[in-house]
C-alpha cells in the first residue's frame, strides 16, 4: 500500500509540474537589477537571468543554467553558462549516483576539470528549489552542491501568509532556510545568481504558494547591509 501511495504522489507531481514558464524580477535597494526567466518540464529546468539596462554598468550579466533531474528531482547533469563583467564558466557536471561522484568538465579551461564526493540525494540550487515547492515536509533537510563544495540546507516552514503578488492575493507558506557547510575547501569562484546565496552568515526566506502549483512567488536573502528581493512578475502553466 505504501509503494502504490509513493508511486501516486510521483505521478501527481509530474502531472502537476508538466510545463511551465515564469518570469522573476530580482531587486536590490528597491532597484531591479535582474531579471530571470525559468521554463520548467517535468524532467528539466531551463533558466536565463540577464542583469538589467540599469545594472549591467555596475555589475554585467547574462547566465544559462540548465538541468535535466529524475525523480523527486535529483539532478543528473547541470549546465552553466556564465557570462558576469569579469568572468566566464561553461561547464557540464555530471552526477554519478551509482559510485556517488559528480564530475564536472569545463568547456573553457581543462585544469578547472574535477571530480568529487556526492550523496544519494545532492541537488543543485536549482533542483533544491523545485523539491522544495512540492515537498509535503514542513522542515527538512537537503544537501546542495555549490559548486563542488556540498552545504546542508535546513529548511523549515515557519509561517502561512496572505501575500499580494503580481498574480493576486495568494496564500503562502513562508519558509526559512539556513546553511552548514560540509565540505571543508575554500570557496572557487563562480555566479552571482545561485552560488553566492550558500553562506552561514546569512538566511534565505521562501514564499512558496499554498497550492498544488507550489509557485515561489517571492524570496528575502537576508545579508548585510541590504537584504536582496526576487519577485514573480509572470506565470503561465502551459
Not at 176 to 196: A, G
Not at 224 to 237: A, K
Request: glycine share 2%; proline share 2%; aromatic share 12%.
Amino acid at each position: 500500500m505504501k509503494k502504490i501511495s509513493i508511486v501516486f504522489l510521483i505521478l501527481l507531481t509530474l502531472l502537476l509540474f508538466s510545463e511551465e514558464k515564469m518570469e522573476l524580477l530580482i531587486r536590490y535597494l528597491g532597484i531591479p537589477v535582474v531579471k530571470v526567466l525559468m521554463h520548467t518540464t517535468e524532467d528539466s529546468v531551463w533558466v536565463h537571468a540577464k542583469s538589467t539596462k540599469l545594472a549591467s554598468i555596475a555589475a554585467n550579466m547574462d547566465n544559462i543554467y540548465t538541468i535535466n533531474y529524475q525523480n523527486d528531482f535529483i539532478p543528473k547533469k547541470y549546465r552553466k553558462k556564465i557570462d558576469q563583467k569579469d568572468y566566464s564558466e561553461n561547464r557540464i557536471t555530471y552526477y554519478d549516483r551509482e559510485n556517488m561522484i559528480a564530475r564536472r568538465i569545463s568547456k573553457i579551461d581543462s585544469a578547472k576539470n574535477t571530480t568529487y564526493n556526492i550523496t544519494a540525494d545532492t541537488r543543485d540550487f536549482f533542483s533544491a528549489l523545485s523539491f522544495l515547492r512540492f515537498t509535503k515536509k514542513s522542515s527538512g533537510t537537503i544537501t546542495l552542491d555549490a559548486n563542488r563544495l556540498l552545504w546542508q540546507a535546513n529548511y523549515k516552514s515557519i509561517k502561512k501568509e496572505n501575500l499580494k503578488t503580481s498574480l493576486g492575493k495568494i496564500d503562502c507558506n513562508k519558509y526559512e532556510i539556513e546553511f552548514v557547510k560540509d565540505t571543508k575547501k575554500n570557496r572557487e569562484r563562480s555566479d552571482m545568481l545561485t552560488n553566492n546565496l550558500v553562506d552561514e552568515d546569512k538566511k534565505l526566506y521562501l514564499w512558496i504558494t499554498d497550492d498544488s502549483r507550489g509557485i515561489p512567488v517571492k524570496a528575502q536573502f537576508k545579508m548585510s547591509p541590504f537584504s536582496v528581493y526576487w519577485f514573480i512578475t509572470q506565470y503561465e502553466n502551459l
